[in-house]
């Protein structure tokens, strides 16, 4: 047999990344023959690495923070997800030219849909956060259907600067958080306000009757958030599911097949 192709995930830090043993797994359940591990890099030395990577015979490689808007400018080629993301999470080598695609918003939708079982058209969405996150989820949520988008962030201004980038893909606004209007039918933080143990500042009647809180961050626990929305009768999912898959679609990228994310998904949540 040839030696496997090469991926990495490539960030900094990065020996936390769960990504190695999801492709594995996916690896080893299409019968794909590929090594992937993790590539730590410098601030400063992104580019390099990857350009290293790539003359090594790199195929792909997965990209987190805080590299992802190096990545976007880095690509010779985008998708229009990723163009739209401002920041790209995959890149796929083809001929020693570099494709950048972000699958995050994509893995967001796949999760709600396919693994919550919730479907988007039609929904009203709350969006807490107006960085990187939060732009890269708003294409794919519009290309599902969704009714409205409404931003919220800590600076409203920078909530409706993110609103008039999307203006013409559909209803889109941003409202100030102090000050926001009525109640949602998925409300979906995309602030890093978990990772610190902080509550965005929102009321407990954002949540409509039957409504879905989805954290994109994830742990062993649920976040404040996610405790907050179940005590105010909101039905909870974190961010795993849409770790595991957004790793699917960048594997559908590099290797033409999409693997089953259930079994995955399972053995990620009994290993946290």
Do not use: C
Not at 142 to 147: D, H, K, N, R, S
């Amino acid at each position: 047999m040839h030696a496997p192709d090469r991926y990495i995930v490539i960030g900094n830090p990065v020996a936390h990344s769960k990504s190695p043993p999801i492709h594995a797994a996916f690896a080893g359940q299409t019968g794909q023959n590929l090594r992937y591990e993790r590539q730590f890099a410098p601030i400063d030395g992104f580019s390099a690495a990857v350009r290293d990577f790539i003359e090594q015979g790199g195929k792909g490689l997965s990209v987190t923070v805080p590299f992802k808007l190096e990545a976007h400018a880095l690509a010779d080629e985008l998708s229009e997800r990723a163009r739209a993301a401002g920041a790209v999470n995959s890149l796929k080598i083809v001929d020693g030219r570099i494709f950048g695609d972000n699958t995050d918003g994509a893995g967001l939708v796949s999760d709600i849909e396919r693994n919550a079982g919730v479907p988007l058209r039609g929904k009203k969405i709350l969006l807490l956060g107006a960085g990187g996150a939060a732009r890269g989820a708003i294409l794919p949520l519009f290309e599902a259907g969704v009714a409205s988008i409404t931003i919220v962030n800590r600076t409203t201004a920078k909530a409706q600067a993110l609103a008039d980038v999307f203006s013409a893909q559909g209803k889109i606004l941003a409202q100030d958080i102090e000050t926001l209007d009525g109640s949602f039918d998925i409300v979906i933080n995309a602030t890093s306000a978990s990772i610190e143990g902080e509550l965005p500042a929102v009321r407990p009647d954002i949540f409509a009757p039957g409504a879905l809180a989805y954290d994109m961050m994830y742990g062993k626990e649920p976040t404040v958030f996610l405790r907050f929305a179940a005590r105010h009768g909101a039905a909870t999912r974190d961010g795993l599911g849409m770790l595991v898959e957004q790793a699917a679609e960048a594997f559908l990228l590099w290797r033409g097949v999409r693997p089953d994310t259930a079994p995955v998904y399972a053995a990620m949540r009994a290993g946290e």
